[in-house]
């Protein structure tokens, strides 16, 4: 049974550019959370999808943008990265919204440059 | 606002030296509370979720306890494969958001 899958595992970007990261949730899971974790640091709640919808949003710009599609995979799009965006980027995925359960992926380490 | 706090930042232990680890938080109305452990590089693996005040759980060598303003993550005879940070994050009635703490830096020397 896969986990939760993210790609890509490191990614290098440039001051000002666009990302796209993407998630695929474990088997039986259709709720995505997104979180930011800088070095040293706990993670930050993002944003979560449910039924293709964002449920919730954590306290970051607009430039954080997400997607879920039909078969739970999400994606989270950065526009305009800033050198501050340099994280490691992680999905989680559960059953439903309320479930606290939640299964990681090995995160993407993303450099902004 | 909800926030959590762990203590110490980091313990450097030697093997078999048995500690505890605390997690403290201010919410409003706990729907749980939630211990994940993290190797460097890695996204966090789910240990334990607590509900209530009272409550415990156990895995091996760990055990989590929590009362109505913390929670400790007992660590019994640790070995070296025990190193890793231990995460504590809790959920509030409001929404279903997690609230992290910065994480305890465990280390068993051998």
């Known amino acids: 049974d896969a986990g939760v899958t993210q790609s890509p595992t490191h990614l290098i970007k440039t001051r000002g550019q666009q990302v796209t990261l993407r998630c695929s949730p474990k088997s039986g899971h259709d709720t995505v959370s997104w979180y930011q974790q800088a070095l040293g640091q706990g993670p930050q709640f993002i944003f979560q999808?449910?039924?293709?919808?964002?449920?919730q949003r954590g306290n970051f710009p607009d430039r954080f943008s997400g997607h879920q599609f039909p078969n739970y995979s999400s994606e989270l799009n950065v526009n305009a990265l800033l050198l501050g965006d340099s994280a490691l980027y992680l999905c989680?995925?559960?059953?439903?919204?309320?479930?606290?359960?939640?299964?990681f992926g090995q995160g993407t380490r993303l450099t902004v440059v | 606002e909800d926030q959590v706090t762990q203590s110490p930042e980091a313990l450097r232990l030697q093997e078999g030296e048995s500690s505890s680890l605390n997690c403290s938080y201010t919410v409003s109305g706990l729907r749980g509370l939630f211990w994940y452990r993290q190797d460097p590089g890695k996204g966090p693996e789910f240990l334990f979720t607590?509900?209530?005040?009272?409550e415990e759980k156990e895995k091996e060598r760990l055990k989590a306890t929590l009362t109505k303003k913390e929670s400790f993550l007992h660590i019994t005879a640790p070995k070296p494969e025990d190193s890793a940070t231990y995460l504590c994050?809790?959920?509030?009635?409001?929404?279903?958001?997690?609230?992290w703490g910065a994480g305890t830096k465990l280390i068993i020397k051998p």
């Open positions: 994050a809790v959920q509030g009635e409001a929404n279903y958001q997690l609230i």
């Open positions: 607590l509900y209530s005040a009272g």
């Open positions: 999808y449910y039924e293709e919808e964002e449920r």
């Open positions: 989680a995925s559960s059953s439903w919204p309320g479930h606290t359960e939640a299964f």
